[in-house]
Every structure is written in C-alpha cells, then in structure tokens.
C-alpha cells in the first residue's frame, strides 16, 4: 500500500510559477514510478508527466513540455513537479499517482492516487 499526499497548489498569476510536492507513505517509494495528472472541470482527467523510480528518466505531454519538470527525492519519499510560464489553461486540480511501471500514460494504470490539489491560473 502506498499513500500519497500532494501539497502547494493555489492561486498565480499567468506567467508565474508553482512547485507541488507529494508525499509518499512506504519504505517501498523508489520501486514506483509517479505520475503527475490534472483534471479540469468537464474534463477527462489528463497525463502530465511521469518519472521512474531512480529519478533518471520522465516524460512528459506537449502541453507542458519545456515548462514543467518532474523530479524526485526518495530520501524524503517525495515527487516534486516545477511548474513555470504558467497558463490559464494549466487551471486544474493536479493529482500524483505511482504506478510500478514507468511511462504510463492512462489513468487506469495507475494503482494509487493522492487526493489532489487545487491550481488557478488567472490574474
């Protein structure tokens, strides 16, 4: 079982910058691959980015390639995603999954998700 708590979403301005974080419960987070996904109101929930287990490779969607950076930190058993040049269309509620398998793109394959957290893009 792994539990996943995402924090550090909020309000900014287009152009700006935010950084989630989530926390993973388990001695066994470097064996996940994260995923990063986002869902807008009416909308299906979306692939972001995604990061494998040692931190060495992630993938990401056009829609936020060259401006939002995965990373992670097992030490600390946490996921990060840097997010810059931020877009009205980047509004969402941003969720963080792990998975055993890197590069996964669709929801489903994922095993665990965390509760999600709030990101408004507006001036």
């Known amino acids: 079982q792994v539990q996943l708590v995402e924090s550090g979403g909020g309000l900014v301005q287009p152009g700006g910058s935010l950084r989630l974080s989530c926390a993973a419960s388990?001695?066994?987070?470097?064996?996940?691959?994260m995923g990063w996904f986002r869902q807008a109101p009416g909308k299906e929930r979306e692939f972001v980015g995604c990061?494998?287990?040692?931190?060495?490779?992630?993938s990401y969607a056009d829609s936020v390639k060259g401006r939002f950076t995965i990373y992670r930190d097992n030490a600390k058993n946490t996921v990060y995603l840097q997010m810059n040049s931020l877009k009205p269309e980047d509004t969402a509620v941003y969720y963080c999954?792990?998975?055993?398998?890197?590069?996964?793109?669709?929801?489903?394959?994922?095993?665990?998700w965390g509760q999600g957290t709030q990101v408004t893009v507006s001036s």
């Open positions: 999954a792990a998975d055993s398998r890197y590069d996964n793109r669709q929801p489903r394959e994922y095993d665990y």
């Open positions: 990061i494998d287990g040692s931190g060495g490779l992630t």
């Open positions: 388990g001695r066994t987070f470097s064996s996940y691959a």
